[in-house]
């Protein structure tokens, strides 16, 4: 059974930074593209960031473009975002999961981590 815990959010004030960790078990970690989505209220979630396998390849939302940046340990099967210049739009609840095409159909989901940017 796959299970991701993410941790690593708080409070922040614009302009500040924040790095979000997940931690993955149950899936062949290392063969699996990993994403981590984004969900406002009132919005629908939404993939922020996806990283390749081996980690070499990486894609981002125009929204975090320049600001986000997603990497990731197979040997720990951890994924991470740290994300700079944070901005009140990015108040959000945060979690990672394998990423594909259908990624909006998965059932299984972490409890996430909010983030609330706000002076």
């Known amino acids: 059974q796959v299970r991701l815990v993410e941790s690593g959010g708080g409070l922040v004030q614009p302009g500040g930074s924040l790095r979000l960790s997940c931690a993955a078990s149950?899936?062949?970690?290392?063969?699996?593209?990993m994403g981590w989505y984004r969900q406002a209220p009132g919005k629908q979630r939404e993939l922020v960031a996806r990283?390749?396998?081996?980690?070499?390849?990486?894609n981002y939302a125009d929204s975090v473009k320049g600001r986000f940046t997603i990497s990731r340990d197979n040997a720990k099967n951890m994924v991470y975002l740290q994300m700079n210049s944070l901005k009140p739009e990015d108040t959000a609840v945060y979690y990672c999961?394998?990423?594909?095409?259908?990624?909006?159909?998965?059932?299984?989901w972490g409890q996430g981590t909010q983030v609330t940017v706000s002076s």
């Open positions: 990283i390749s396998s081996g980690g070499g390849s990486t």
């Open positions: 149950g899936l062949s970690f290392n063969i699996n593209m």
């Open positions: 999961n394998r990423y594909s095409s259908s990624w909006s159909t998965f059932g299984s």
